[in-house]
């Protein structure tokens, strides 16, 4: 059965830096890797999403990468913002006719001004 | 605008009193799923759809059911509500299967008492 975790589970740091948040996942057979966002009180907003085949994505300030092999994915935000200021998870989808997506349970990141 | 809306936001209700939480997108996806939230427990698959008429279980259906009628439309039903389903309940949509972006609604906070 596939795990998913995320450590750590809560993060503060000053603004302006550069920051990574780290999930790994048990079961190395999966299909794709997405990094969520979610704000208080808000539904989750997709943020990158990485295919087995690849090994890196790119928005903005974000860049997330996939090692399929180790069964690890990063979130790498740069020059941190209050805004940024959210829960992140991570989620995979495994291989074959699975449809399930199988969810880290975050970190909350704080970027204090 | 793109999205997937969710009635109502907030729900409050009593045991054994049955409701339904609606779901609906604009964009024309194949592939709708219900979360649920839990602190320490992270998001857990209700049900997912792959099409019209086309259901299946996620990891914790038991006390739910949904139905597919339509494409854009996708309710979760509580026919006997307890209080272990007090949760945040998230509906989500992608264009075709999991493994494509999802796209979550606002969440619905339901309170069973």
């Known amino acids: 059965k596939q795990e998913v975790t995320q450590i750590p589970a809560a993060l503060s740091v000053p603004e302006g830096e550069n920051l990574v948040l780290n999930c790994s996942f048990t079961?190395?057979?999966?299909?794709?890797l997405q990094w969520f966002r979610q704000d208080p009180g808000k539904g989750l907003t997709s943020l990158l999403l990485?295919?087995?085949?690849?090994r890196e994505q790119t928005s903005g300030r974000l860049n997330a990468s996939l090692d399929k092999s180790s069964g690890r994915s990063t979130l790498y935000i740069a020059a941190s913002q209050p805004g940024d200021s959210a829960t992140y998870l991570c989620?995979?989808?495994?291989?074959?006719?699975?449809?399930?997506?199988?969810f880290g349970k975050g970190t909350k990141l704080t970027v204090n001004p | 605008e793109a999205q997937v809306t969710q009635n109502p936001r907030y729900l409050i209700t009593v045991t054994g009193k049955k409701l339904t939480v609606t779901c609906s997108q604009n964009?024309?996806?194949?592939?709708m799923s219900w979360y649920r939230q839990d602190p320490g427990l992270g998001l857990r698959q209700i049900y997912y759809?792959?099409?019209?008429?086309?259901?299946d279980k996620g990891d914790v259906p038991e006390g739910y059911k949904v139905s597919r009628k339509e494409k854009r439309n996708f309710p979760l039903i509580l026919e006997s509500p307890s209080p272990n389903q007090t949760s945040l309940y998230f509906c989500?949509?992608?264009?075709?299967?999991?493994?494509?972006?999802?796209?979550f609604g606002p969440g619905t906070r339901l309170t069973v008492t």
């Open positions: 989500a949509s992608s264009v075709h299967l999991s493994a494509y972006e999802q796209y």
């Open positions: 079961d190395s057979a999966i299909y794709n």
């Open positions: 990485i295919q087995s085949s690849q």
């Open positions: 989620a995979v989808k495994g291989e074959g006719g699975s449809e399930k997506l199988v």
């Open positions: 964009m024309n996806h194949e592939y």
């Open positions: 759809s792959m099409n019209v008429e086309v259901t």
